[in-house]
């Protein structure tokens, strides 16, 4: 099924360790996005990437740094987990504004760094 | 700074009332607004987006969105819920700057439907 494909789902992280998510999208999108989601603070934009080749800092981005690998595919990497860290991470990626920002959302990966 | 609110942090109906769900946003010039819902354990589904036109928009559901500019407001209404309503509700902004689809999303509110 076309769609944003996340891994790992669930992962539980030592303070300081890294990891990276993993996303990829099937649609042929430019755009694509990762926002992590907490309890009373909605979803809060990391890093987004217009178009291959291209990041740009969204609102939370300090601890994170993400790559466009290709047009598929966009990871976000913790350097150095932080408790803070502790969230649920979307990746998205949408089509643009002539097709009506279409958003499709990956199912997630929850983070916990103890 | 600019943001988007939504009033209602939890709301709690029962089957058959009618539902409203505030949002604002603070940013000046034109704006596309969306609302998404979470159901438990599920990603975010898009359930109406204003980009212009008539102010009074339809979407899945049953769920209809006013755009009131001059209250930068773009609040939620359902006539009637259901039990199947219960879901967490985000309103988003796709502000006025730059050419991607980033959306800024409000803190979100749980509905709670009551059979």
């Known amino acids: 099924n076309a769609g944003v494909t996340q891994t790992p789902k669930f992962q539980v992280l030592k303070t300081g360790q890294s990891m990276t998510l993993q996303c990829a999208q099937d649609m042929n999108h430019n755009s694509m996005y990762w926002y992590r989601q907490d309890p009373g603070m909605g979803l809060r934009l990391i890093y987004y990437?217009?178009?291959?080749?291209?990041?740009d800092k969204g609102e939370v981005p300090n601890g994170y740094n993400v790559s466009r690998l290709n047009k598929r595919e966009f990871s976000l990497r913790l350097e150095s987990a932080a408790p803070s860290q502790t969230s649920v991470y979307f990746c998205?990626?949408?089509?643009?504004?002539?097709?009506?920002?279409?958003?499709?959302f990956g199912s997630g990966t929850r983070l916990t760094v103890v | 700074a600019q943001s988007v609110s939504q009033h209602n942090h939890h709301v709690i109906l029962s089957e058959a009332a009618s539902l409203e769900l505030g949002c604002n946003y603070s940013y000046g010039g034109t704006v596309n607004l969306f609302w998404y819902v979470q159901y438990p354990g599920q990603h975010l589904q898009l359930l109406l987006k204003y980009f212009s036109g008539d102010p009074l928009v339809k979407g899945i559901k049953g769920f209809e969105a006013e755009f009131i500019k001059s209250k930068f407001s773009f609040n939620l209404r359902k006539p009637s819920v259901q039990w199947s309503d219960t879901a967490e509700y985000f309103c988003a902004v796709k502000p006025p700057s730059g050419n991607t689809g980033k959306l800024i999303f409000g803190q979100g509110t749980t509905l709670q439907v009551k059979p």
């Open positions: 990437s217009a178009s291959e080749g291209t990041t």
């Open positions: 998205a990626s949408s089509t643009p504004r002539d097709k009506g920002y279409g958003y499709t």
